[in-house]
């Protein structure tokens, strides 16, 4: 079945840590892109997202992904993490045959620790 | 800023009864969506709407149904609900086309189903 992968469920990271997410897909053909936040309490915002053009795309807040068609990746970066970056982060894709529909990944927890 | 709004925050019902879920968006977004939102599973696309009285099943639509009766509104109707209906449901929006973007989410009912 055609899906969207997140490796990492829960991660643990400490102020100033480096942090990479990866999301992996399966679905052919062109695809949009993103990556969502979900703040403690709060709704799901857009981080960054992915239609065309320069593959490494810089978002809200310092983070950053790329996309490498090759590997069907869109992996979320951010050099320095924040005690504030504590949140789920979400991967979605939106093949563009499908029109509108939106595909999410499970999910990663990230906790930053002080 | 584009503004989803779902009228409930946190509802709990029980077994059998019926239960409806409102969702309003104040930016003339043909699309609309519900999701609903579990730990380990993510976002569970439930039924979708491109248009007034036009809807389409998700990936889940099983126990539910929906209502658009006009453009700014989406509702999802549990018409028994059931214990694993116990969740968080999300409400969403977007402009119609394949590249048009981002998926706006409100704030989540939190529906708890005794």
């Known amino acids: 079945a055609q899906s969207v992968s997140q490796h990492n469920h829960h991660v643990i990271l400490s102020e100033a840590a480096s942090l990479e997410l990866g999301c992996n897909y399966s679905y052919g053909g062109t695809v949009n892109l993103f990556w969502y936040v979900q703040y403690p309490g709060q709704h799901l915002q857009l981080l960054l997202k992915?239609?065309?053009?320069?593959?490494l795309v810089k978002g809200i807040k310092g983070f950053e992904a790329e996309f490498i068609k090759s590997k069907f990746s869109f992996n979320l970066r951010k050099p320095s993490v924040q005690w504030s970056d504590t949140a789920e982060y979400f991967c979605a894709v939106n093949p563009t045959r499908t029109g509108n529909q939106f595909y999410f990944g499970t999910g990663t927890s990230l906790t930053v620790i002080p | 800023d584009v503004k989803v709004t779902q009228s409930s925050r946190y509802l709990v019902k029980r077994t059998g009864e019926k239960v409806f879920l409102e969702c309003v968006q104040d930016m003339d977004h043909e699309n609309m969506f519900w999701y609903r939102q579990d730990p380990g599973l993510g976002l569970r696309l439930i039924y979708f709407?491109?248009?007034?009285?036009?809807?389409e099943k998700g990936d889940i639509p099983e126990g539910y149904s929906v209502s658009r009766e006009k453009k700014e509104r989406f509702s999802l109707i549990l018409e028994s609900a059931s214990t694993n209906q116990t969740s968080m449901y999300l409400c969403?929006?977007?402009?119609?086309?394949?590249?048009?973007?981002?998926?706006?989410f409100g704030e989540g009912s939190r529906l708890t189903v005794l």
């Open positions: 992915y239609f065309s053009g320069d593959p």
């Open positions: 709407s491109y248009d007034v009285k036009m809807k």
């Open positions: 969403a929006s977007s402009l119609h086309g394949a590249s048009t973007g981002e998926l706006f």
